[in-house]
Structures are given as structure tokens and as C-alpha cells.
């Protein structure tokens, strides 16, 4: 019989997973503990063109998080060594999926049945976002080497840290000018995740990167440069498809090469873009500051989860003066 082993958070795996274990913990959220219906007043002020985009970026991210949910985190996992490693990237797994559905109750607050069965079916058949799909799934599930393993792992970078960011500009857009900001506080929450599962995996992956040799590195360096090119011009034309009705393509173009730079950074490689500003609007969309003060009622994106709690005692109320 094969020797089962119980992860043992007594001796670490190394000196940084617990960290980043303790971090996913404090940022653990759900949908239900945003409130969307205040968004429903600024919803209609927004032109058909405007809505229609929202819907469909929306849509869009639902998928991406879907496959990262459902394929990509637990393939990773299942090749990574370590156990409280592979705890850490399940948690992940798991608030991936918790992303995919907070896009359903958006959906849910904003639109009729008719329409989001609508905008389900365009994410069905828009060929840019199933070759995305597609081509990080084949990574995923591809995993047979160590190499296979590195570029599993950049893929999901890449999809982490600058896949998802075409649709994030939007709704980062409206809420920077104060619309749809309910909606914009779950936006701020998810990328508040995916900028620790983006660093997580980079840093598992740099580990791997280490221990090839200069032949091996060189190859999987090309390959994902090339996955990168490849996938930058289906973004770009998926970008053009999007944005072009509302004016924005060039800017969320910009937005895209700026994230593209920082996947790499977390991949310990050198940027692929020169540097450039990005649209000011969207800068304060991303603000990590919450947008939701009442908070007996409202989670924002400023709530972090207490996880050292100690009893307080008698002496905590004996003050020096």
C-alpha cells in the first residue's frame, strides 16, 4: 500500500507558504457579504452600449475563473510538492470559484434571466475567449515534465496577472468616476486575490526556473514567449471587438501591457513592455481603499480577516499615566 502522509503545519514546507496561507485566510470573502442593490440606480443611467459591455466582460471573467477554479489550480497542485503548498493552492482553487460566482449575483441584481443566458451564450461562441481558454488549459493539463510544470505554472500567471485584465478595466472605469461602485468593491476584492495568487505561483515557478539548466531554461523561456505573443494578439483583437463601441480600446490596450509586465515581474523576469501611465480613472478604480463604510452591514475591500485573536485580562486595563 501506497504511505499516505497528513500535511503537518508544524514543520514548514518552506519559508514562505504559510504566509501567503495566513494571507488568503484575511482576505477570505464571499458574495453575499457585498450588497449589489445600490447599484441598480446607477445601472440605468448607463447608455445600451455601456450595459452590453459590462455584461460581456462580466462574462468573460466568469469563464476564466471557471478554468482556473476548475483546471488550473487543481493540475498545479497535483504536480507541486509540498502538502501545505498544495493547501495553500487549493484555497486558491476554491476562491476562484467564489470569483465565478460573484459575477452570477451581479448578473442577478442587474439583469433579466432572458439577458444573462444571452450573455452566456456569446461567451460560448466568442472565438477570442475560447482560445484563451483553450490554449491555458492545454498548459494545464499537458503537465508530463518539469518543464511542463514551469510553463503550467507561467500560463496561470499569465492568466492571474493579465488574462483577466481586459475585463477588470471596466468596471475599474466606471467605479473610478463613482458608478457601479458596489459592484466595483467585488472587483477591487477579486483582484485583491489575484494579485497573491499571481506572486504564489510566480515564486513556485521561479523555484523550478532555478533548478534547470541553461539549455532547459532557454527552451521554456521561448516557448513562453511565444505563448505570450500568441495570446497578446488574440487579446488585442478581443480588446478591439470589446472596447472599440465605447472609445476605450487604446487605453485598455495600455492597461494590458502594463499587467502583461507585471506577470512577468512575477515570473523574476524581465518586463516585456516598455513602461507607460495608464488611465488615471482606472488608477483610482484600483485603489485598495474600501468604498463601503458601513460596516455592519458591508464588507469591502479594506476588510481583512482577524486570524491572531488573544483574551483580553485584567492587566490590559491597567493604564500609566
Known amino acids: 500500500?501506497?504511505?499516505?502522509?497528513?500535511v503537518n503545519w508544524n514543520r514548514p514546507d518552506d519559508d514562505f507558504t504559510i504566509t501567503f496561507w495566513n494571507q488568503n485566510v484575511m482576505q477570505f470573502w464571499t458574495d453575499e457579504e457585498i450588497p449589489l442593490s445600490d447599484d441598480k440606480m446607477s445601472w440605468i443611467t448607463l447608455s445600451d452600449k455601456e450595459r452590453e459591455l459590462y455584461m460581456k466582460v462580466l462574462g468573460g471573467l466568469t469563464l476564466l475563473d471557471t478554468v482556473q477554479g476548475g483546471v488550473g489550480m487543481p493540475k498545479i497542485l497535483e504536480f507541486v510538492e509540498g502538502l501545505q503548498r498544495k493547501a495553500v493552492l487549493g484555497f486558491m482553487g476554491m476562491m476562484e470559484q467564489i470569483h465565478a460566482k460573484s459575477y452570477s449575483s451581479i448578473f442577478t441584481t442587474l439583469a433579466a434571466k432572458e439577458e444573462i443566458d444571452g450573455v452566456f451564450r456569446w461567451v460560448e461562441n466568442n472565438r477570442c475567449l475560447q482560445i484563451k481558454a483553450e490554449t491555458v488549459s492545454k498548459y494545464y493539463n499537458g503537465i508530463n515534465t518539469r518543464t511542463d510544470l514551469y510553463l503550467a505554472m507561467a500560463a496561470s500567471v499569465l492568466l492571474e496577472s493579465y488574462l483577466f485584465?481586459?475585463?477588470?478595466f471596466y468596471p475599474l472605469y466606471l467605479s473610478g468616476q463613482g458608478k457601479m461602485t458596489s459592484s466595483g468593491e467585488i472587483i477591487d476584492l477579486i483582484l485583491r486575490d489575484e494579485s497573491i495568487h499571481g506572486l504564489y505561483v510566480g515564486v513556485l515557478a521561479q523555484e523550478i526556473f532555478a533548478d534547470m539548466g541553461q539549455d532547459e531554461r532557454q527552451s521554456a523561456i521561448d516557448t513562453l514567449h511565444g505563448l505570450f505573443?500568441?495570446?497578446h494578439r488574440n487579446e488585442e483583437k478581443y480588446t478591439e471587438e470589446l472596447y472599440d463601441p465605447v472609445g476605450l480600446t487604446d487605453e485598455v490596450k495600455s492597461f494590458l501591457r502594463y499587467n502583461a509586465n507585471k506577470a512577468f515581474m512575477n515570473l523574476g523576469l524581465d518586463p516585456f513592455f516598455p513602461e507607460e501611465e495608464i488611465n488615471p480613472i482606472v488608477l483610482n478604480g484600483i485603489s485598495t481603499r474600501t468604498k463601503q463604510h458601513d460596516f455592519?452591514?458591508?464588507?469591502g475591500n479594506g476588510y481583512i480577516r482577524t486570524i491572531h485573536v488573544e483574551?483580553?485580562?485584567?492587566?490590559?486595563?491597567?493604564f500609566n499615566f
Open 1 to 6: 500500500m501506497k504511505l499516505w502522509e497528513a
Open 165 to 168: 485584465y481586459s475585463g477588470f
Open 229 to 231: 505573443r500568441f495570446l
Open 296 to 299: 455592519f452591514s458591508k464588507k
Open 311 to 318: 483574551p483580553l485580562t485584567d492587566s490590559d486595563f491597567r
